[in-house]
């Protein structure tokens, strides 16, 4: 059974914008990126959203619904009460371009400053060889859309506009994390973690672990062990040694 709901929309654009409110017909199993397309359809040709897939995989469709950064194709329309008013506003943390879309490309610019992974050079690809522990620490962190979910709500960056610079993010964190605790990976990412992305900003909140859509646990899994590698170099340099070594 349909029913109408009440939607209250950010629309604006160039640094100006408010809240407008709509009434949108609800079918039913839909979720908030069909009713944002029923609105564009209907009432609001202008309405600007980004989305690709509405599967949950491109993590194009980031939007803060009720204040919760979401993806909107994966949030049900079935989870609200059908009297209460939705709010969907862009994600807080970047600069709008219009209505509901965000530029994001501070994360681009993050993961351009990440040096690729560098295997050592005597061994070929093919001739890989790895432990499944170590194998499955990186399918974990691969399964990341790039949603920038996490980003957006840390809160190290999501109202503090002067530590973007110093601050790559979880997402990016877990990236180097990934990259330092591949067996194969042979540049010493640990300063770089500290001084050059700020890790030590990170005081293990972990917000960006509750909004992640793939859930991956980014603050147990990358964040604190990047932090435990960062302190035991710092009190030892031998045992950063003996682990890459031991590791061969
Ligand atoms: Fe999105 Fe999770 Fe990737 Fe962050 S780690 S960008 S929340 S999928
Ligand atoms: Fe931010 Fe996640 Fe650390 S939310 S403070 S990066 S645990
Ligand atoms: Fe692709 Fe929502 S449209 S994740």
Request: hydrophobic letters at 35%; glycine letters at 6%.
């Amino acid at each position: 059974m349909g029913h109408k709901a009440k939607f209250r929309v950010w629309r604006g654009e160039g640094g100006e914008g408010q809240l407008e409110d709509y009434t949108v017909e609800v079918n039913e199993g839909e979720v908030v990126l069909d009713v944002i397309h029923r609105l564009q359809a209907t009432q609001a040709p202008d309405l600007a959203v980004r989305w690709n897939c509405k599967a949950g995989k491109c993590g194009s469709c980031s939007m803060e619904i009720n204040g919760r950064p979401r993806l909107a194709c994966m949030t049900r329309m079935s989870t609200f009460d059908p009297n209460e008013t939705i709010t969907v506003t862009p994600l807080r943390t970047f600069p709008v371009i219009k209505d509901l879309v965000t530029d994001v490309s501070f994360n681009y610019e993050k993961a351009l400053q990440i040096p690729s992974f560098t295997p050592p050079s005597n061994v070929k690809p093919g001739e890989f060889r790895m432990q499944q522990v170590d194998v499955e620490r990186s399918q974990e962190f691969r399964k990341c859309i790039e949603c920038f979910l996490c980003q957006n709500v840390c809160h190290v960056i999501r109202d503090h506009e002067e530590n973007k610079p110093a601050f790559a993010g979880p997402r990016f964190l877990m990236r180097i994390a990934e990259l330092d605790m591949h067996p194969y990976d042979t540049l010493d990412r640990k300063n770089a973690a500290q001084e050059e992305f700020g890790l030590g900003y990170c005081n293990i909140t972990k917000c960006c672990t509750e909004v992640c859509p793939e859930g991956i646990k980014i603050t147990d899994n990358a964040l604190i062990p990047l932090k435990e590698r960062v302190v035991d170099r710092k009190y030892d340099p031998l045992v950063w040694l003996g682990s890459k070594i031991f590791k061969r």
